[in-house]
C-alpha cells in the first residue's frame, strides 16, 4: 500500500491550499484517514481525520473552523481544504491510513503514511 500526497506549496497568510492524498496497491478501504503535520523541531502533530462512515470527525484545535477533512471511500482518497492559513500553519503535512476500526487519533493508529508535502504560509 502507498499513499501519494499532493498539494502543498508557498503561499501568503490567509490564502488558500487543497490537498490531496491517494491510496493505492491495495483495496483496503481504510477505516480512517487524516492528516497529520510536523513543524520544524516539532513533534508530528494530527490535523484532522475521518471514518470511514463520517460519523467521526477530527480536528486540532489549531485548525477548526479554517480546514476541512473529507474522504472519497469508492477511490481511497482523502483531501485537506485549508482556508486562512497562518505562519504557524508551516510544516510538512503527511496523510496517513488506517485499516482497523477504533481510535484515529495517534501516530499507532495509523500503519500507511505518505511521503509528506511542503506547506509554507508567509506572513
Known amino acids: 500500500v502507498q499513499l501519494q500526497a499532493s498539494g502543498g506549496g508557498l503561499v501568503q497568510a490567509g490564502d488558500s491550499l487543497r490537498l490531496s492524498c491517494v491510496g493505492t496497491?491495495?483495496?483496503?478501504?481504510?477505516?480512517?484517514m487524516g492528516w497529520f503535520r510536523q513543524a520544524p523541531g516539532k513533534d508530528r502533530e494530527i490535523v484532522a481525520a475521518?471514518?470511514?462512515?463520517?460519523?467521526?470527525?477530527f480536528y486540532s484545535d489549531s485548525v477548526k473552523g479554517r480546514f476541512t477533512v473529507s474522504r472519497d471511500n469508492a477511490e481511497n482518497k482523502v483531501y485537506l481544504q485549508m482556508n486562512k492559513l497562518k505562519p504557524e500553519d508551516t510544516a510538512v503535512y503527511y496523510c496517513?491510513?488506517?485499516?482497523?476500526?477504533?481510535?484515529?487519533?495517534?501516530?499507532?493508529?495509523?500503519?500507511?503514511w505518505g511521503q509528506g508535502t511542503q506547506v509554507t504560509v508567509s506572513s
Open positions: 496497491g491495495s483495496s483496503i478501504n481504510f477505516a480512517h
Open positions: 496517513a491510513a488506517g485499516p482497523r476500526d477504533g481510535t484515529f487519533l495517534g501516530l499507532n493508529d495509523y500503519d500507511y
Open positions: 475521518k471514518n470511514r462512515s463520517g460519523g467521526r470527525l
